[in-house]
C-alpha cells in the first residue's frame, strides 16, 4: 500500500525567511508520480508540481523549489524568501503511474504554513 | 472553461437524511473523483469513475454511493447522511495521456455538515 507522511504538522515562519516542507513516501510500484498541492484559507486546491519517479532532477520555479530524492524517499519543498501569501496547507501526494492505477492520489497529512509578517 | 464545478457549495443535513452532491467538468476528461478531507488526515478517496457508466470504490467508501450516466458529471450520493459524514468534499477530474494519467484538477470543494 501507498503511504504519504508530512510529519511537520504546522510550521510558523517570518516573512523573507525560507522554509523547507518534508514529505517522505512509500510506495513498491517502480514507475510513480509526486505531487504538492497547495490550499490557501479560501479552500480551494492548487496544484503546484508533478515530478516523475524517473526524473531525479531538482526543480525550481520562482520562489519555489522541489528536492526529489529518491534513496531517501522523500520529495521536499522549499519557498525561498516566504511571503504571507504562501500562507496555506501544502499536501504532498503519490500516485502510481500504471494504467491501472487510474491516477488516485495518496495524500499525506497535509503542512499547515503560517507566515507573519 | 469553468474547469471542475461543485454543487452546493454548502450544505447542513440532519442525521438520516439524503442528499446528492453533484460534480462536473467541462475538460472532457475520462476519470473523475470524490475525496473527503478531515482535519489532520488529509484527502482520502470515496469513489471513482474511468468513464461513463462505471464506478469503483475507494480508500473510504461506506456510507456512499455515486453514478457517472454522463462523461462530465459525477454524483456522490449520501442515503442517509451520519455526523461523521461531516467534511469537505472534493471531486476532481483528469484524462489518460496515453501512457499514464495526467494531472488531477480539483473543484472548489463543497461543505457538509450533519447535525
Known amino acids: 500500500a501507498q503511504k504519504v507522511t508530512q510529519a511537520q504538522t504546522e510550521i510558523s515562519v517570518v516573512e523573507k525567511e525560507d522554509v523547507t516542507l518534508d514529505c517522505v513516501y512509500e510506495?513498491?510500484?517502480?514507475?510513480?508520480?509526486l505531487f504538492w498541492y497547495k490550499q490557501p484559507p479560501s479552500g480551494e486546491l492548487v496544484f503546484l508540481i508533478r515530478?516523475?519517479?524517473?526524473?531525479?532532477q531538482n526543480e525550481i520555479s520562482g520562489r519555489y523549489s522541489w528536492n526529489f530524492q529518491k534513496s531517501t524517499s522523500s520529495f521536499n519543498f522549499t519557498i525561498t524568501a516566504s511571503q504571507v501569501v504562501d500562507s496555506a496547507v501544502y499536501f504532498c501526494?503519490?500516485?502510481?503511474?500504471?494504467?491501472?492505477?487510474?491516477?488516485?492520489?495518496?495524500f499525506g497529512q497535509g503542512t499547515i504554513l503560517t507566515v507573519h509578517p | 472553461n469553468a474547469g471542475v464545478t461543485q454543487t452546493p457549495k454548502f450544505r447542513v443535513l440532519k442525521t438520516g437524511q439524503s442528499m446528492t452532491l453533484l460534480c462536473a467538468q467541462d475538460?472532457?476528461?475520462?476519470?473523475m473523483y470524490w475525496y473527503r478531507q478531515d482535519p489532520g488526515m488529509g484527502l482520502r478517496l470515496i469513489h471513482y469513475?474511468?468513464?461513463?457508466?462505471?464506478?469503483a470504490k475507494g480508500e473510504v467508501p461506506d456510507g456512499y454511493n455515486v453514478s457517472r450516466l454522463k462523461k462530465q458529471n459525477f454524483l456522490l450520493g449520501l442515503e442517509s447522511a451520519a455526523p461523521s459524514q461531516t467534511s469537505v468534499y472534493f471531486c476532481?477530474?483528469?484524462?489518460?495521456?496515453?501512457?499514464?494519467?495526467?494531472?488531477?484538477?480539483f473543484g472548489p470543494g463543497t461543505r457538509l455538515t450533519v447535525l
Open positions: 476532481a477530474s483528469s484524462y489518460w495521456a496515453g501512457v499514464s494519467t495526467d494531472t488531477q484538477y
Open positions: 510506495t513498491r510500484d517502480t514507475t510513480y508520480y
Open positions: 515530478r516523475n519517479s524517473f526524473d531525479e
Open positions: 501526494a503519490l500516485s502510481d503511474a500504471g494504467g491501472t492505477s487510474y491516477g488516485k492520489l495518496t
Open positions: 475538460m472532457n476528461h475520462e476519470y
Open positions: 469513475s474511468v468513464g461513463e457508466g462505471t464506478t
